[in-house]
């Protein structure tokens, strides 16, 4: 069995993208439905269409705008992706994952991710911040997962532990500039699934036994591949509607509402984000 991508493959991507950029980017950052107006904020920006980069798949959810956005945010030069490649759009894990890979191999050393998120914890509303302490990786435990097959050991081992996936200086340094921007700011585990549709109330309620805070569609892939080439990682979730538990009730979760969400919290989370990298931005 050959692996989906080889090195070389990812290479060709990351020298594309050099060839394309005069920056150098430390920094890559993952925008989630809805939060792509976050990268409105990058100056100097160098813009990559998916489809330009070899090998990249390109976006289908309408709401995601499919490039990337290279530049300087809050003195920091990252790599933003606006919009990412999701499993429920028929991409394999090896191409969900893709862009991670070759962020690595631009020499990106800190990964951000984002997503937007149902919360499953009572105490959550809509318009929270999450910051994933850690995840619940339903569709890889059951072996759909971008480390199957055989391993590139450039970047990193067979058996990568995933007990330490979410940096804790990162964590707590997103809980300083919470404070700091009196900004408030929730810790929980993420239970990443399938979707691409919403869960029935009995899921939720399993989702909440099994100690999940939030469930959403993507990111614990894209964090698996980054702890496994050994990126930093913080992800925050935004929390764009409340998952509901109970049979027959007046409404029901829709991806509109989903994009309303992202309005409101694009400013809080871009606050957020700013201050995180201002910090970060002294290490390099
Ligand atoms: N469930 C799964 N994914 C989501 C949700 C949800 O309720 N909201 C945003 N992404």
Redesign the pocket.
Known sequence: MQPEFTLEQYDEAANFIRSRTRHQPVIGLVLG?GLGPLAGQIEQATLIPYGEIPHFPISTVASHAGRLVIGMLSGVCVCAMQGRFHFYEGYSMGQVTLPIRVMARLGIKTIILT????GVNPDFEVGDLMVMDDHINFLGMAGQNPLMGPNLETFGPRFPAMNRTYTRHLRQLADAVATEQAIPLRHGVYLG?S?PF??TPAEIRMARILGADA???STVNEALVARHAELEVLAISTI??R?IDVLDSDTE?THEE?MEAGKVIVPRLTKLMLGLLEKLGKKF
């Open positions: 439905s997503n937007a998120a149902g699934l979707g919403f869960e469930v959403g569609m764009t509607n998952c979760p989903v």
